[in-house]
């Protein structure tokens, strides 16, 4: 059965990628499995006794009985739980890797770090994000639509851009979602640049098209003192108002002219209302999209 893991810490972003997560579950008939990781190191470590974090460890599975028991009577699903000893973030790797996790859904942060970190990205956060096998869709907002009108793909022309939409075409049909593709630049002044944008964005909405999935494509410009074009990006998502998720590439995307914009994730993610896909890029060559 396809599972979704989502990290639990009895936090407020915790608690709302729960909820996040139900639609998702739906689409793919997928069970929902919560996971606690009670991490024993730290300066605190030496404090409690073996029956004292034996008995810890036992309100907190009370707890997640709780919580997994209404959630599954709320959302009609099949939702399961686990608690783990280790580092928080192997153990959620490690975990989703054993299921076959098809998605994590998790907050920006979690509960070791400062609640004023709303616009941070947290360090446990920030290492699944890099490591994890299967794609992360991070939350960073209170509110959030249930469900997917439309996906935002920041483009480039990087040999690994073609997962990014595949990716894309993948989740759109899973909601019967749109994909708006959108390229961004400091300047309009180049015609022979905004003209290779133009060109590349029609090549890969026709190809998203030809897929069965509703697209369009547009180049948005830079806004004075930025210093990167991510705001930009996240301005005209926010702007179109029905934008319910966006699909970044985690490592850094260098594209062929300096113009085309780079994934920044850890910027799309601290700074996104939006929630946020990533996706570790695989070793392929240039495909046929682009050509």
């Known amino acids: 059965m396809n599972k979704i893991l989502i990290p639990i810490d009895f936090q407020k972003q915790s608690f709302l990628a729960l909820e996040q997560s139900y639609n998702l579950a739906r689409l793919l008939k997928a069970e929902i499995m919560l996971l606690y990781v009670h991490e024993q190191a730290g300066i605190f470590a030496g404090l409690f006794s073996n029956d004292q974090n034996n008995e810890m460890l036992s309100k907190i599975d009370e707890k997640l009985a709780e919580l997994a028991g209404r959630a599954s009577i709320s959302s009609g699903l099949t939702v399961t739980y686990r608690i783990e000893k280790g580092r ?27 609640e004023d970190q709303e616009k941070h990205v947290g360090a446990n956060t920030s290492k699944i994000i890099r490591s994890s096998t299967c794609p992360v869709i991070t939350l960073n907002s209170k509110h959030l639509y249930h469900g997917c009108r439309n996906i935002l793909l920041p483009l480039d022309l990087t040999k690994e851009t073609r997962q990014k939409v595949t990716m894309g075409i993948e989740i759109a049909r899973i909601y019967g979602a749109g994909i708006r593709v959108v390229s961004a630049l400091w300047s309009k002044n180049d015609p022979s640049i905004v003209g290779r944008l133009y060109q590349q964005g029609q090549q890969v909405t026709d190809f998203i098209t030809s897929a069965g999935v ?50 920044h994730a850890q910027e799309f993610i601290r700074l996104s209302d939006i929630p946020v896909m990533s996706v570790i890029p695989k070793e392929i060559g240039y495909t046929s999209i682009f050509s």
């Open 88 to 114: 928080i973030y192997s153990k959620i790797t490690d975990v989703a890797k054993e299921i076959q996790a098809q998605y994590i859904v998790m907050g920006t942060h979690s509960s070791d770090e400062s």
């Open 214 to 263: 509703d697209c369009s494509f547009e180049v948005v410009e830079s806004r004075g003192g930025e210093r990167t074009l991510v705001p930009s990006i996240l301005n005209y998502a926010t702007q179109q108002g029905d934008v319910d998720l966006i699909i970044i590439l985690t490592q850094q995307e260098i594209g062929i002219v300096e113009f085309f914009v780079g994934s």
